[in-house]
């Protein structure tokens, strides 16, 4: 091989020369030299090459084997293989045993999230049990006011033919169609679930999350959204705090201004409470409202919310009665009060939210 030098390096061709001769004699005088370069480079070659190859067998072995369990929370006990089943155009879903509207706007609800997930058009809700890719029986009702204790298991067969989601009661059925939404995943061919066995039963008795709407008031289509994240992971109360020194956030018909005087016009009316009651109940969440009495209750001790506030028609002057002094504030917000006005102001403005 003829080497020649750059045309900009033309002025140092001298150099360029002697250095061009101590190659050639290194690879012509030297053949130890060059035997041991072949050597290194048949080294390189290998310390290459078998990682390559140790790559390429742990990721055949891996397309086998089955993956961690992308769920939250995990449950209690499932056992995974490595088959899939298929999420394409076709996938149904048909109800069996127990039927209630609940069931219903949860399966709707669940195919619209999988659609989302997918991309596909999913709203088929097939009437024949055969020929549903997702049979979901559920034995019996739950209870009309959930309590805590309810069983609140499901059991989860998915083979490559179908899929099979079982529960005592629609609880359960809500939590089984939040497992199988987190189960799908992208798959070479589109998206699939994969092939497992979950028998599932909740850890603690208590799931909840607490919003403070007293303090900062939250718009409901705010708290319906952690509503829909709560029945995503399987959460069941919805600790609601409606009260407390910096506002009464509910209407209340007997004693109208709570709202008006003690929220500065950011409260919830009573339609709007048993609306998100209800949207809480169809997700299996149960709804505690928090009413702070005797303490934390400055928002609800402001005189002209009390039936005895009047105003004095000699000189238009507000007539505070003696029970709102400072003096007594601390008297009856304590927990050692005889005195009954709290408790009994408590029974009918509670009584006012839960009948009207």
Same mark, same amino acid.
């Given at each position: 091989?003829?080497?020649?030098? $750059?045309?900009d390096?033309a002025? *140092?061709s001298?150099d /360029?020369?002697?250095v061009? *001769?101590?190659?050639?004699?290194? @690879?012509?005088?030297?053949?130890?030299?060059?035997?041991?370069v072949?050597e290194?480079?048949r080294?390189?070659?290998?310390?290459?090459?078998?990682?390559?190859? @140790?790559?390429?067998?742990?990721?055949?072995?891996?397309?086998?084997?089955p993956?961690?369990?992308?769920l939250m929370p995990m449950?209690?006990?499932?056992?995974?293989t490595?088959?899939?089943?298929?999420?394409?155009?076709s996938?149904?879903?048909?109800?069996?045993?127990?039927?209630?509207?609940?069931?219903?706007?949860?399966?709707?609800?669940?195919? $619209? *999230?999988?659609? +989302?997930?997918?991309g596909?058009?999913?709203?088929?809700?097939?009437?024949d049990?055969?020929?549903?890719?997702?049979?979901?029986?559920?034995?019996? =009702?739950?209870?009309?006011?959930?309590?805590?204790?309810?069983?609140?298991?499901y059991?989860?067969?998915?083979?490559?033919?179908? =899929?099979?989601?079982?529960?005592?009661?629609?609880?359960?059925?809500?939590?089984?169609?939040?497992?199988?939404l987190?189960?799908?995943?992208?798959?070479? =061919?589109?998206? =699939?679930?994969?092939?497992?066995?979950?028998?599932?039963?909740?850890?603690?008795v208590?799931?909840?999350?607490?919003?403070?709407?007293? +303090?900062? /008031?939250?718009?409901?289509?705010?708290?319906?959204?952690? @509503?829909?994240?709560?029945e995503?992971?399987?959460m *069941?109360?919805?600790?609601?705090?409606?009260?407390?020194d910096?506002?009464?956030?509910?209407?209340?018909?007997?004693?109208p201004?709570?709202q008006?005087m003690?929220?500065?016009? @950011?409260?919830?009316?009573?339609?709007?409470?048993?609306?998100?009651?209800a949207?809480?109940?169809?997700?299996?969440?149960?709804?505690?409202?928090e009413?702070?009495?005797?303490?934390?209750?400055?928002g609800?001790?402001?005189w002209?919310?009390?039936?005895?506030?009047?105003?004095?028609?000699a000189?238009?002057?507000?007539?505070?009665?003696?029970?709102?002094?400072?003096?007594?504030?601390?008297?009856?917000?304590?927990a050692?009060s005889? +005195? +009954?006005?709290?408790?009994c102001?408590?029974?009918?403005?509670?009584?006012?939210?839960?009948?009207?």
């Amino acid at each position: 091989m003829l080497i020649r030098p $750059r045309p900009d390096c033309a002025r *140092n061709s001298d150099d /360029f020369l002697m250095v061009r *001769n101590i190659f050639a004699t290194m @690879l012509l005088d030297r053949p130890a030299w060059r035997i041991q370069v072949d050597e290194l480079m048949r080294t390189l070659v290998l310390l290459v090459s078998v990682p390559l190859i @140790l790559v390429f067998f742990s990721g055949a072995q891996q397309a086998i084997q089955p993956g961690p369990l992308n769920l939250m929370p995990m449950p209690s006990n499932y056992q995974l293989t490595s088959d899939q089943m298929a999420i394409d155009q076709s996938f149904s879903v048909s109800l069996t045993g127990h039927q209630e509207a609940r069931l219903d706007s949860a399966v709707q609800r669940f195919l $619209r *999230n999988l659609s +989302r997930r997918t991309g596909m058009s999913l709203t088929a809700q097939s009437a024949d049990p055969a020929q549903a890719k997702l049979l979901i029986h559920t034995d019996q =009702a739950s209870k009309e006011v959930q309590e805590p204790g309810e069983d609140e298991s499901y059991s989860l067969e998915v083979t490559p033919s179908g =899929a099979k989601l079982s529960a005592p009661n629609p609880l359960g059925t809500l939590h089984g169609l939040q497992t199988f939404l987190q189960l799908v995943e992208a798959a070479p =061919a589109g998206f =699939a679930v994969p092939a497992i066995s979950i028998h599932d039963t909740p850890r603690f008795v208590w799931r909840g999350l607490m919003i403070d709407v007293s +303090r900062h /008031f939250i718009p409901l289509d705010v708290i319906k959204r952690n @509503l829909d994240g709560m029945e995503a992971v399987k959460m *069941n109360v919805f600790h609601w705090h409606l009260s407390d020194d910096q506002g009464f956030r509910v209407e209340s018909k007997k004693f109208p201004k709570l709202q008006e005087m003690g929220s500065d016009g @950011l409260y919830y009316t009573q339609a709007q409470v048993r609306d998100l009651i209800a949207y809480a109940h169809d997700r299996g969440i149960r709804v505690v409202p928090e009413f702070d009495m005797p303490g934390h209750s400055s928002g609800i001790l402001n005189w002209r919310a009390h039936p005895a506030s009047t105003k004095s028609s000699a000189t238009g002057a507000s007539s505070i009665p003696p029970w709102i002094q400072p003096a007594i504030v601390s008297t009856i917000s304590s927990a050692s009060s005889s +005195r +009954r006005w709290p408790l009994c102001f408590q029974i009918h403005t509670f009584t006012s939210v839960a009948t009207r």
